[in-house]
C-alpha cells in the first residue's frame, strides 16, 4: 500500500511541474488596448489576433434585408467599444501566420472574442472556437445572420493581401 502511495505521489508531482511549465509558457498582456480590425487589437506594442473567432474583413460587405452593409467595420467598430469599458487582459498560446499572438482576451471579465461572435459580428473559429455563441446569434438573426454573407475565410481567398 505504500509504494502505490508513493508512486501516485510522485506522478502526482510531475504533474504539477508540468503544468507549471505549460503555464509559464503562455504571454500575458494587460492594458489599454487599440483596435485594428474585428479581430485584431494592438496592447503593449504587441498586435494580438483574437483566438476562436473570425471577424470579417475591414472591407468587407454583408447583405440585409436586401442591402448592402458594412459588417468589417461594424465588427471593429464593436470590438472598439468593447475595449474602451477598461483595462484588456490576454493570454497568448502562440503566434499566427502573420506573427500576431494568438491570445483570449477579457475586459471588466467579459470574453471579447465569445461577445463578438454572440453577437453576429463574427464567426467561431478553430478547435476552440465559440460554437455556443455562435448558435445563439444565428438563432436570433444577430448581426450577420440577419441577412447573408460571405465567411470571412472565403472573402479573404477572393481577395488577397498584397502584403
Same mark, same amino acid.
Given at each position: 500500500?505504500?509504494?502505490?502511495?508513493? &508512486?501516485?505521489?510522485?506522478?502526482? &508531482?510531475?504533474?504539477?511541474?508540468?503544468?507549471? @511549465?505549460?503555464?509559464?509558457? !503562455? @504571454? &500575458? /498582456?494587460?492594458?489599454?488596448?487599440?483596435? &485594428?480590425?474585428?479581430?485584431?487589437?494592438?496592447? *503593449? #506594442?504587441?498586435?494580438?489576433?483574437?483566438?476562436?473567432?473570425?471577424?470579417?474583413? +475591414?472591407?468587407?460587405?454583408?447583405?440585409?434585408?436586401?442591402?448592402?452593409?458594412?459588417?468589417? !467595420?461594424?465588427?471593429?467598430?464593436? +470590438?472598439?467599444? +468593447?475595449?474602451?469599458? #477598461?483595462?484588456?487582459?490576454?493570454?497568448?498560446?502562440?503566434?499566427?501566420? /502573420?506573427?500576431?499572438?494568438?491570445? *483570449?482576451?477579457?475586459?471588466?471579465?467579459?470574453?471579447?472574442? @465569445?461577445?463578438?461572435?454572440?453577437?453576429?459580428?463574427?464567426?467561431?473559429?478553430?478547435?476552440?472556437?465559440?460554437?455556443?455563441? @455562435?448558435?445563439?446569434?444565428?438563432?436570433?438573426? *444577430?448581426?450577420?445572420?440577419?441577412?447573408?454573407?460571405?465567411?470571412?475565410?472565403? /472573402?479573404?481567398?477572393?481577395?488577397?493581401?498584397?502584403?
Amino acid at each position: 500500500m505504500r509504494i502505490l502511495d508513493v &508512486v501516485v505521489a510522485f506522478a502526482l &508531482v510531475l504533474a504539477l511541474g508540468w503544468l507549471a @511549465e505549460w503555464m509559464q509558457r !503562455k @504571454e &500575458v /498582456y494587460a492594458g489599454a488596448a487599440t483596435v &485594428v480590425d474585428g479581430d485584431t487589437l494592438l496592447l *503593449r #506594442g504587441r498586435r494580438i489576433r483574437l483566438e476562436g473567432l473570425d471577424a470579417p474583413e +475591414l472591407a468587407q460587405s454583408c447583405e440585409r434585408d436586401g442591402a448592402a452593409w458594412p459588417c468589417g !467595420k461594424t465588427a471593429r467598430f464593436a +470590438l472598439a467599444e +468593447l475595449v474602451q469599458r #477598461g483595462d484588456v487582459f490576454c493570454s497568448a498560446s502562440g503566434e499566427d501566420a /502573420y506573427g500576431r499572438a494568438l491570445a *483570449r482576451c477579457t475586459v471588466g471579465g467579459v470574453d471579447i472574442a @465569445e461577445e463578438l461572435v454572440r453577437q453576429g459580428l463574427a464567426v467561431a473559429y478553430g478547435r476552440r472556437g465559440y460554437t455556443a455563441a @455562435e448558435a445563439e446569434a444565428r438563432a436570433a438573426r *444577430r448581426g450577420m445572420w440577419a441577412g447573408r454573407f460571405q465567411a470571412p475565410r472565403d /472573402y479573404r481567398a477572393a481577395h488577397p493581401r498584397a502584403d
